[in-house]
Nanobody, 114 residues
Framework: VQLQASGGGLVQAGGSLSVSCTTS????????MAWYRQPPGLRRELVAS???????NYADSVKGRFTISRDNSKNTVYLQMTGLKAEDTAVYYC?????????WGQGTQVTVSS
């Protein structure tokens, strides 16, 4: 199982950025996927999730600003982020759970300058 995240970077507050996570070794179309983030010095937290059917869920702090989506033909999950704030600065990780075991991507840094 491999999850390869990409697309992070530096953006000014109020700007937009998208991150993506391409997977291999899993039946992606049957997998629930999620994005987590870990701000500096803080615990990893759930940002958004999407079930295999496409149902989505968001942390209150990102509702209305972030959108999670998936493309089963590309085995890829996306996180589109708009209205970025300094507090969104974190390492973003994609995640899937298979038979109660968590798999993580390597993380991609998102830095929002104020």
């Amino acid at each position: 199982v491999q999850l390869q995240a990409s697309g992070g970077g530096l953006v000014q507050a109020g700007g937009s950025l998208s991150v993506s996570c391409t997977t291999s070794g899993i039946h992606f179309s049957n997998a629930d996927m999620a994005w987590y983030r870990q701000p500096p010095g803080l615990r990893r937290e759930l940002v958004a999730s999407i079930t295999w059917r496409g149902d989505t869920n968001y942390a209150d702090s990102v509702k209305g600003r972030f959108t999670i989506s998936r493309d089963n033909s590309k085995n890829t999950v996306y996180l589109q982020m708009t209205g970025l704030k300094a507090e969104d600065t974190a390492v973003y990780y994609c995640n899937t759970r298979i038979y109660w075991r968590d798999y993580w991507g390597q993380g991609t840094q998102v830095t929002v300058s104020s």
